[in-house]
């Protein structure tokens, strides 16, 4: 094809690729939206609408589109060694600068990184290696893990059982045996009349529940994101995650962040783990490592377990693209970039705390929202029926469904989760820029309370 048109693309598309999350005969009727560009925190399609980015692509292009910095640390790596395994006793200048680099970064005591290409698959390192750990403590019956419901930890087959999403764990079946679940924390929907601080505790408690259900002398880890991100935006009470840590130490039970979305940034800390005082033994992290710009994701490991792998023999786990030097090269070029340009401080002292004010306003006008949620550069704003009774919509209405439909159509992208829209901006979003999207996520929100009669 010379020059192909969209309607080109949608016909190729529908004939040949099949789209993650997605119901292929629903996008075949409709045809797909073509991305052809992009630059700073806007997107361009195939008819040559410019569309403002509310997602950073899937919360990942933290420093924006088109940074040179990461292009051209891609093409000298590409020209310099574009692969080399990390197998056999051997490793790339960039995987080692990287690890050098993310021990500084990541909370105390956090020193020794295994690389991957995924969020998924740093999770199923995650419970290979926190399964082989016990064992080598010869303790091989601690593994069961402890997830929440509506967590997101990835779409292997592993790591779709660790999570907590309902439909992804009954898409084939039956999930893995060894994973269970806890309630996640929502005061607005789960707190009734308590405090949220008393509330924090008793969500807290739920794990020690479990933990003792199950025998603790079964239970291998607890896993949570610091904020849970694509299952709607749930920021924890106060002293949930202290709570949290507390019941890990009482029971023996290693403790696991899920920084594939809150890392690098999006909190307003390096980590989400900064944010909420979280002192984990494991942190998967991916998305923001690279911005998104190439595949890597990586597993902090504590010190002190670390020490016990030492003693295990060898890891028998890994993939071929390990710490992909060409990844990694990216990466490193992408958190020096963050650091020249204080992304951290921007998001922590300015654009975050600007966000929310801006969100809360609209929450204050709008009929239809009924909370705001989130911390830094991740919110929800959650769409409601009656404010006053807190009556939420049905799946049926598809109330986000159409929000986020008549927003990319005014040139604004929000992710519909549930009955709520998700944002989570590129974090280098300026305050002028926070307005614009405000504005549009405004307009949208008025379009669709319309059409419910609100
Ligand atoms: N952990 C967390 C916390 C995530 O958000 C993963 C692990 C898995 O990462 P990979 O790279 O394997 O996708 C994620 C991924 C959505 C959406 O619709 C969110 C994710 C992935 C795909 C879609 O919000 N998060």
Not at 26 to 43: N, P
Not at 266 to 277: A, C, L, P
Not at 293 to 316: K, Q, T
Request: aromatic share 8%; with cysteine.
């Amino acid at each position: 094809m010379s020059s192909p048109t969209t309607r080109d693309w949608q016909d190729l598309d529908r004939a040949h690729h099949v789209h993650p999350f997605t119901d292929p005969k629903v996008l075949a009727g409709k045809g797909v939206r073509v991305m052809t560009r992009a630059e700073g925190i806007y997107v361009w399609d195939s008819d040559g609408n410019k569309i403002l980015d509310g997602m950073a692509g899937l919360w990942c292009v933290n420093v924006g589109y088109g940074r040179r910095e990461l292009i051209d640390a891609a093409t000298r790596q590409l020209e310099t060694l574009p692969f080399y395994n990390s197998f056999f006793q051997s490793a790339v200048p960039t995987q080692i600068e990287l690890a050098h680099k993310l021990a500084q970064l990541t909370p105390h005591g956090l020193n020794h990184f295994f690389y991957a290409n995924s969020g998924s698959e740093a999770n199923d390192t995650v419970i290979r290696l926190v399964r082989h750990y016990w064992k080598v403590l010869g303790k091989p019956k601690k593994r069961t893990f402890i997830a929440r419901t509506q967590g997101y930890h990835g779409s292997t087959l592993a790591a779709v059982s660790l999570g907590g999403m309902g439909a992804m764990r009954a898409m084939d079946g039956e999930p893995l045996p060894g994973f269970e679940q806890i309630q996640h924390p929502h005061w607005y929907t789960q707190g009734g009349t308590s405090s949220l601080e008393a509330f924090g505790r008793e969500a807290a408690g739920r794990l020690e529940k479990k933990i003792l259900e199950l025998g603790a002398e079964n239970v291998a880890a607890f896993i949570g994101e610091p904020v849970q991100g694509a299952g709607g935006v749930f920021q924890p009470p106060p002293g949930y995650w202290a709570e949290i840590q507390r019941i890990c130490k009482k029971y023996d039970v290693l403790l696991v962040a899920d920084e594939v979305i809150c890392g690098f940034g999006r909190t307003g800390e390096w980590f989400g783990s900064h944010t909420y005082d979280i002192a984990p033994d494991l942190m998967p992290m991916a998305k923001g490592l690279s911005s998104g710009y190439l595949p890597i994701s990586a597993v902090a490991m504590r010190d002190e377990f670390f020490r016990v792998i030492n003693d295990g023999g060898a890891v028998v786990h890994g993939f071929t693209y390990s710490g992909h030097p060409v990844s990694c090269a990216v990466a490193l070029a992408n958190i020096e970039l963050m650091q020249r340009e204080n992304l951290v401080e921007h998001v922590r002292n300015d654009v975050g705390p600007y966000l929310h004010r801006c969100l809360q306003e609209l929450a204050r006008e709008q009929l239809i929202v009924g909370e705001i949620r989130g911390v830094g550069l991740i919110a929800a704003i959650q769409l409601i029926k009656d404010k006053n009774t807190r009556a939420a919509f049905t799946a049926q209405d598809e109330a986000a469904i159409k929000c986020r439909e008549i927003c990319i159509r005014n040139g604004l992208i929000m992710r519909a989760v549930d009955q709520a829209m998700v944002l989570s901006p590129p974090l280098v979003i300026t305050r002028s820029e926070i307005d614009e999207l405000i504005d549009k996520a405004k307009a949208g929100l008025e379009l669709t309370a319309q059409q419910f009669g609100l």
